[in-house]
């Protein structure tokens, strides 16, 4: 069994910066991408940012210009640098890896994300 370990939430006020990492706790074969998606209270869960294994990246229009992804699929590490964090982007954030070797599809616990003054 693989564990995805999050790390790097917490309380910022609006403007500033998070960076979150992730990271797996063994070996995750043929990894096609790696993503971050986020909840709000009473929200769905909602894309935030991914990166495959070719390198190429996407965003959700609305955090495109604030947030960077990078990853290494050597290491099945996945980071989300978070820049100019607006209230709206409170949410527990969780990251997202799937290796197409069996299928595997494995999550973090999640960790909170609160943009406030």
């Known amino acids: 069994q693989v564990d995805l370990v999050e790390s790097g939430g917490g309380l910022v006020q609006p403007g500033g910066s998070l960076r979150l990492s992730c990271a797996a706790s063994?070996?995750?074969?043929?990894?096609?991408?790696m993503r971050w998606l986020r909840q709000a209270p009473g929200e769905q869960r909602e894309f935030v940012a991914g990166?495959?294994?070719?390198?190429?990246?996407e965003y959700a229009d609305s955090v495109k210009g604030r947030f960077t992804i990078t990853g290494d699929i050597a290491t099945a590490t996945v980071d989300l640098q978070m820049n100019s964090l607006k209230p709206e982007d409170t949410a527990i954030y969780y990251c997202?890896?799937?290796?197409?070797?069996?299928?595997?599809?494995?999550w973090g616990q999640g960790t909170q994300v609160t943009v406030s003054s």
């Open positions: 997202n890896i799937y290796g197409s070797y069996r299928g595997d599809n494995y």
């Open positions: 063994g070996t995750i074969f043929s990894i096609v991408r």
């Open positions: 990166i495959v294994n070719n390198g190429d990246t």
